[in-house]
T-cell receptor
Framework: GAVVSQHPSWVICKSGTSVKIECRSLDFQATTMFWYRQFPKQSLMLMATSNEGSKATYEQGVEKDKFLINHASLTLSTLTVTSAHPEDSSFYIC?????????????FGPGTRLTVL | AQSVTQPDIHITVSEGASLELRCNYSYGATPYLFWYVQSPGQGLQLLLKYFSGDTLVQGIKGFEAEFKRSQSSFNLRKPSVHWSDAAEYFCAVGPTFTGGGNKLTFGTGTQLKVEL
């Protein structure tokens, strides 16, 4: 199966700093990637759709200036949490569909645990 | 708007016993339906999916799910659970209309515990 990696797997930062999370599709190209946020004991909430070569599409209620997304290549999308605060602490997961159809299977990264002190 | 309900937050079964995890969805038409499993330290892994055709879908690791349109359900089953099946299970729906992309809506998950 396809592989999606995330880096780092966990990060601790001070309040007010920015943190960048990388999502890579290792053995396939992904023109679209998705970023999710998962709180403890809760489901995955879609934050935004990352589009290669164009602006990301954010879900309602997600601050685009706080969660900066860059999809610079067909295998890499980054999520930068700017001016992080403790309430941004969460588990961030990316996914990428392999192929070009709506029936494509999405492959998920292992997630990044962000803790903001 | 589409939504997914997983009524059981936690389920405990004995190893070797059968398993059924419930999933109900709300959607304007028949959506694409998925079951994923999440283990600690690992990404979500697709167990099976339903797009059309046979309503009984076979997946990996001995799992199967049955789509029942009349009940808006897509329950996951396994005849004999193994200790390694202990994990979090998520049901998800995806849009079927053109331009809907691959955006998935997830249920809240069911935590499966397996007693030896």
């Amino acid at each position: 199966g396809a592989v999606v990696s995330q880096h780092p797997s966990w990060v601790i930062c001070k309040s007010g700093t920015s943190v960048k999370i990388e999502c890579r599709s290792l053995d396939f190209q992904a023109t679209t990637m998705f970023w999710y946020r998962q709180f403890p004991k809760q489901s995955l909430m879609l934050m935004a759709t990352s589009n290669e070569g164009s602006k990301a599409t954010y879900e309602q209620g997600v601050e685009k200036d706080k969660f900066l997304i860059n999809h610079a290549s067909l295998t890499l999308s980054t999520l930068t949490v700017t001016s992080a605060h403790p309430e941004d602490s969460s588990f961030y997961i990316c996914s990428a569909p392999k192929g070009g159809e709506s029936t494509d299977t999405q492959y998920f990264g292992p997630g990044t645990r962000l803790t903001v002190l | 708007a589409q939504s997914v309900t997983q009524p059981d937050i936690h389920i405990t079964v004995s190893e070797g016993a059968s398993l059924e995890l419930r999933c109900n969805y709300s959607y304007g038409a028949t959506p694409y339906l998925f079951w994923y499993v999440q283990s600690p330290g690992q990404g979500l892994q697709l167990l099976l999916k339903y797009f059309s055709g046979d309503t009984l879908v076979q997946g990996i690791k001995g799992f199967e799910a049955e789509f029942k349109r009349s009940q808006s359900s897509f329950n996951l089953r396994k005849p004999s659970v193994h200790w390694s099946d202990a994990a979090e299970y998520f049901c998800a729906v995806g849009p079927t209309f053109t331009g809907g992309g691959n955006k998935l809506t997830f249920g809240t998950g069911t935590q499966l515990k397996v007693e030896l």
